[in-house]
C-alpha cells in the first residue's frame, strides 16, 4: 500500500533580521540627521511671498548682520570666495534679515561681475499676506 506523499508546510518566514535591519537604518539616520553640516552661527532669513527653498548646504553663502560672509562653515571674503568658488554651479546666498542690504547688493554684483551666473538670495516664505 503506498502513501501519499506529505505536502511540506511552508516554512515561517523570520522577519527579526529585517527588523533589526530597519532599527539600524533609524539609528543611523538620526544620528547623521543631528551631526550633518550646518551654519556655525544661526541666520534668520529674510521673509518673502515667492523664494527659492534652500538646497542644502553646497554652495550657500552666509551673510551675517554685521556684514561677514561664512562659506562651507568658515568665515571668507569676497576674494577668497570668488577664488574658490566654481562660477559654473549655482551659488545661493542665505542673508540674514539684520545684514546690511547695500552689502547684500554689492555681493551679488561682485559675483555676477567674477562670471556667476546663477546667483539667488534665499528667504524664508510666508504664507498669504504681508512680507516683514
Given at each position: 500500500m503506498r502513501l501519499p506523499a506529505a505536502t511540506p508546510r511552508p516554512r515561517a518566514e523570520n522577519t527579526i533580521a529585517l527588523i533589526n535591519v530597519v532599527f539600524l537604518l533609524l539609528v543611523f539616520f538620526?544620528?547623521?540627521g543631528t551631526i550633518s553640516?550646518?551654519?556655525?552661527?544661526a541666520v534668520?532669513?529674510?521673509r518673502s511671498q515667492q523664494g527659492i527653498a534652500a538646497e542644502g548646504d553646497r554652495g550657500i553663502v552666509v551673510l551675517l548682520p554685521d556684514g561677514s560672509l561664512m562659506w562651507n562653515g568658515e568665515a571668507v571674503d569676497v576674494d577668497l570666495l570668488l577664488a574658490q568658488a566654481v562660477p559654473d554651479l549655482p551659488?545661493?546666498?542665505a542673508a540674514d534679515q539684520n545684514a546690511p542690504a547695500g552689502?547684500?547688493?554689492a555681493l551679488v554684483a561682485d559675483l555676477r561681475a567674477a562670471g556667476f551666473d546663477?546667483?539667488?538670495v534665499l528667504v524664508s516664505r510666508v504664507p498669504g499676506g504681508s512680507a516683514q
Open positions: 538620526l544620528v547623521a553640516s550646518q551654519s556655525q552661527r534668520t532669513l529674510a551659488l545661493r546666498i552689502r547684500l547688493v546663477d546667483v539667488a
